[in-house]
């Protein structure tokens, strides 16, 4: 595609429900990241992918947070048993091959609200 | 562990006036440095990078200078116009992949 693709824009869920979070990175992408946006905060590190296999997890903040890629192509973050404070906005990025002079490509992220 | 420390905002500033945004930051190795620039209602892009120390990066009037020997990596833009108004943040990228971000600076350009 064009662009990275996130979906849904906007998802708004109760305390305690499971949530998934779609990414599509643009097309030929081998690296993939997920990040959150807190209101107020800076951006915080979740999960990158090389391929299908995340080298690096180190960010998930709990083992209620989870996530995969398939295909060397589309994630999916999955939030299980939301609270209030993982409402935020969840933003994908994704580069070529993950060099560490590429710049990453973000999508316009998801906006998660927790009731 | 890599961090990122930038100053607070919000600025605020008016059409014309010299902007300078703080950014230092602590990293294992020799990081790349970035700024990231979200525009109101966009997505994050990237504004410039310098990958090595004494590098200036440079992109639609901003520039930033790595400076290893103090750690830092500042942004600025002699002359802002209303359409800089946007969230600024600056990153590195040091050993292994992720991308480390500051807290973000927001800045505001009156007319």
Known sequence: GAGVSQSPSNKVTEKGKDVELRCDPISGHTALYWYRQSLGQGLEFLIYFQGNSAPDKSGLPSDRFSAERTGGS???????????????VYLCASSLIGGSNEKLFFGSGTQLSVL | ??????????????????????????????????????????????????TKADDKGSNKGFEATYRKETTSFHLEKGSVQVSDSAVYFCALRAAGNKL???????VLVKP
């Open chain 1, 74 to 88: 589309v994630s999916t973050l999955t939030i299980q048993r939301t609270q209030q404070e993982d409402s935020a």
């Open chain 2, 1 to 50: 562990g890599n961090s990122v420390t930038q100053m607070e905002g919000p600025v605020t500033l008016s059409e014309e006036a010299f902007l300078t945004i703080n950014c230092t930051y602590t990293a294992t190795g020799y990081p790349s440095l970035f700024w990231y620039v979200q525009y109101p209602g966009e997505g994050l892009q990237l504004l410039l990078k310098a």
């Open chain 2, 100 to 106: 480390t971000f500051g807290g973000g600076t927001r």
